[in-house]
């Protein structure tokens, strides 16, 4: 079925600013297929598909979202579906304060043992160990090794 494409209220000026200005790459690209269209360079859904590398149905849903909201409507994204994370953030800032005491936690292992103990949520040695190391940036403290000659005897 064939729908005409809606007729573009902003100009491909202002288009352009508020594209320029967007942070979100979703966004982004929406905001690019009107300026395509607006600016004369894409006529067909299927060609500002080619243009963006998206599907031309992709450009379908969001011109038909424009054409029934405007371009707010166009820039409503839907959160992208995913689990539920185990701590809400009072409980990542929790763990962010015991990380920063001076004593520490000797191992992740001790960390993991921390969260199901304060917290009460139990978590698997690989989740602490990407939340505490890649996420919040923070390592354990673990006494390095020395030779036994380094030591000297009174």
Known sequence: MYKPIPTIKETADE???LQKQERHPLKQKRLHAL??????????????????????????????????GGLSALLTVK?????????????????????????????YGEVQHWIASELGVTKKYTAVYHLVHDKLGARPKVARPSHPKKTRWP
């Open 79 to 107: 959160p992208l579906p995913g689990r539920v994370p185990t701590l809400n953030a009072a409980q990542v800032n929790q763990l962010r304060e015991a990380l920063a005491r001076p004593e520490g936690f000797g191992s």
């Open 35 to 68: 300026y395509l269209l607006a600016s004369g360079q894409a006529t067909e859904r299927q060609h500002v598909a080619r243009l963006l590398g998206v599907s031309r149905n992709s450009v379908g849903h969001w011109l038909d979202s424009y054409a029934e």
């Open 15 to 17: 288009l352009k600013r």
